[in-house]
């Protein structure tokens, strides 16, 4: 049976949040469609809206704008193997920062110390660190491995497929100038 979700996307970047949460939606083979709204203030800052529908699980319909275009070039059809997205994802990582004291630094490192016997599933992360709320740590490890601060490998031999991680020559220069995470803040 066929689940109505309706989401409000808000913030800076409304399109890259979209693109976040259709690539969790990769691996769904029941989807035949995804509609998302994005609210956008207009001239007057009353605000108005912009529908954007993807095809990305039918290929009967064509993009028309560059939002639907890309956002449907994020999640292309049923046919195209995990391997191909996580090198499509590869392709898009940059280089970039965290500021001190955030979910993303504890989370950090928190993986650095685990991370001494090899690469750590996001569970055990999840599990161990301290001060950030449990819906952050999976977040916060993907926008790790966006900003080239972590490599991830997913792991597939198993009924739930999951990712382990590991810092990078990157991140770990992150951690030595942020230093350790205040308490409490």
């Known amino acids: 049976m066929a689940e109505l979700v ?3 996307i808000s913030g800076k970047n409304p399109a890259a949040h979209a693109r976040r949460i259709l690539d969790q939606y990769d691996d769904v083979e029941d989807i035949s469609s995804i509609t998302i709204q994005i609210n ?3 001239k007057e800052g009353t605000g108005g809206s912009v529908q954007v529908p993807t095809s990305a699980f039918t290929e009967e319909e064509e993009s028309k704008s560059e ?3 890309s956002i449907t070039d994020e999640s292309s059809s049923k046919e195209q193997t995990t391997e191909e997205r996580e090198a499509r ?3 898009k990582r940059k280089k970039g920062t965290i500021k001190p004291n955030t979910s ?4 950090l490192q928190k993986l650095a110390e685990l991370g001494e016997s090899g690469k ?4 055990e992360v999840k599990e161990k660190v301290t001060g950030v709320s449990d819906s952050s740590v999976y977040p916060a490890l993907t926008q790790l491995w966006e900003r080239m601060l ?3 490998e997913r792991v597939d031999d198993v009924a739930n497929p999951y990712y382990k991680y590991e810092l990078t020559d990157f991140g770990h220069q992150q951690l030595e100038e942020l230093g350790e995470p205040q308490e409490g803040e």
């Not at 993303?104 to 989370?107: F, G, L, W």
């Not at 750590?120 to 569970?123: D, N, R």
């Open 40 to 42: 956008t203030p207009d």
């Open 120 to 123: 750590i599933p996001g569970s």
């Open 67 to 69: 939002a639907e275009t």
């Open 150 to 152: 972590v490599d991830r």
């Open 6 to 8: 309706k989401l409000d």
């Open 89 to 91: 994802k590869e392709e």
């Open 104 to 107: 993303h630094h504890r989370v």
